[in-house]
């Protein structure tokens, strides 16, 4: 007896030790990681933070008609939209910061940017569905709230400008003291290019915003505006290519420019250049053209008037029709020699030195600060046309030919357009962003359109929302559109 008691003290000393476990750690999933580095979670939110050129975007842009009735096409037939993409990302976003907190000395960084990429992704989700969960988002493990309260799009702004304050100001520390960001492919970890992003970010939305200037002060868009013009020490932006937050390729991720026949055969009837953005560099006499395209084979080819040959599909026309003048050597074809002269292709631009300089331009140009709008449009155009290699003679030929037109409703068109043409293929929905909001460049609509002859302005909540927080939902689309929700609903941002 005294030895069965004996055993039985030893095995359940031992088992306390070793092979006794709670259910719950059991439960876990012996391959998760439950605990990743910040400077993982960091490179995961990198490469899910770049939208692709060639893209179903590009071709709502208007820069691209895709022809083949097998393939979607460009009807503009959305209705919903997806929760998925940019709050799953935010989901590591938010554990990132979570971890970071950790052991704040070593990564106070990953906190920063944790700030800059809730203002990114933040911004980027109220601009397609209107109002968003913001404040209450993304509480499910932490505070068991599946069922998050709608934010106003005016809160929504509040906080990512206030994100993005920060941000800048937590990148200057990080500079000064020399911190590096392990596991950042796109600056190679440097804290001085991820501030310039941060404020040049902060320009797009403002620029975004300014159908609010006027009416919501708690923005304070205009004056927003003009403390990044006036103190450039401060707010350092992108004002050269050599800082563009932009992806760059390699012969193992290769340029996504599809299809691969087409470096061969060099003809691709099925993707073409639509008409909306040809016309505009045709009618300028605009160098980038004869980088980006090849003549439409059944056109003129006069060597003294080489714009002549090039042409456009018209987006709107049925695909039917845009096959078979693509077949008839009527529509520009995609140079492939340019965009694949090597598998890493040429860098894909999610924000770009253009970008800033025709924001700063617009700016100045609607009065929101002083400035030369001339040097800025200048600038903006120079910038793009070297990123197409575009040599000084040309652009400053092209310059002369095209002088800005003053701070006016013509000049700031001349600047809108330049806007649109330097976003081709890069930036995601950035152009289609912009065309809602100013109009520039009028879109074509035709029997193509699947939205009775419209241009969607948003994209509906997803369906999946009706049946996990209904009551919040609605309650935001009473307040937003009488109850409405559709692709067609104009959201506060751009009334």
Known sequence: ???????????????????????????KDPAAVYNPAPKLLFTGILMRSYDAPWSEDHRDNQYMTQNEAYYAGQPYGWTTGSFETP??????????????????????????????FKAYFFARTTEMFGDIPLTEALQGESAGNFAPKYNTQLEVYQQVLSWLEEANNELANLKEKGNILDGDFFYNGKPEQWQKLVNSFKLRVLISLSKRADDSPALRVKERFAEVLANPTKYPLILENRDNFQLLYNNINTYPLWPTDGVIIKKDVRNTFGATYLNILKTLQDPRLLIQALPASAMSSDPTRPFDAFNGGKT???????????????????NFDYWLASPSGVPSIQLGASEVQFALAEGINRGWASGDAA??????????????GVSQ??????LQANPYKGNNAEGLKQILTQKYVAFFENSGKQAFFEQRRTGVPVFDIGPSNANNNQ????????????STNETYLKEALQRQFNGSD???DIIWLIK
């Open 1 to 27: 007896m005294k030895y069965f008691k004996s055993t039985l003290i030893l095995l359940l000393f031992g088992c306390s030790f070793s092979s006794c476990k709670k259910i719950t750690d059991l439960q």
């Open 87 to 116: 709050y799953g990302i935010l989901r590591d976003v938010y554990r990132m910061e979570i971890e970071a907190a950790k052991t704040p000395e070593l990564s106070a960084a990953y906190m920063t940017m944790a700030k800059f």
């Open 316 to 334: 709107g026309d049925l695909q039917s029709t845009l096959l078979k003048q693509a077949a008839d050597g009527q529509l520009s074809m995609i």
């Open 375 to 388: 040097v800025r449009f200048q600038s903006g155009i120079s910038q793009s046309m070297l990123f197409y």
């Open 393 to 398: 003679d040309k652009i400053n030929l092209f």
């Open 455 to 466: 241009i969607p302005k948003r994209w509906a909540y997803p369906k999946t929302e009706y």
């Open 486 to 488: 559709t692709q067609n």
